[in-house]
C-alpha cells in the first residue's frame, strides 16, 4: 500500500517483532508462527491478508534464535 503502513504485510511484520520482542519467542521460526496465528482471522476473510499469509516463508533453521545485546559489555 504505498504511502501507509497499514498494508497487508505490515501486519504480519508488526507481529513478527511482537512475537520476537514483547511475547518472549526469540526463535525465528516461532515469532514467524506467532505472527501467522495473530492474523488468521483476517487471512480468513480478506484475500489479500490470505495471500500474504501463505506467501510468508522462513528460509533457512527455525530454531535460529535473535541474540540480544548483552547489557554487560561496553557500547
Known amino acids: 500500500m504505498p504511502g501507509s503502513t497499514n498494508g497487508a504485510s505490515q501486519y504480519y511484520d508488526r507481529d513478527f ?14 515469532a514467524l508462527t506467532f505472527s ?15 495471500w500474504c499469509y501463505m506467501e510468508m516463508i522462513l528460509f533457512g533453521d527455525p530454531s535460529i534464535g535473535v541474540k540480544l545485546p548483552d547489557p554487560d559489555l561496553p557500547c
Open 17 to 30: 517483532f511482537r512475537g520476537l520482542f514483547q511475547e518472549a519467542h526469540p526463535e525465528l521460526g516461532r
Open 36 to 50: 501467522r496465528l495473530a492474523n488468521l482471522n483476517a487471512a480468513m476473510t480478506d484475500d489479500v491478508m490470505r
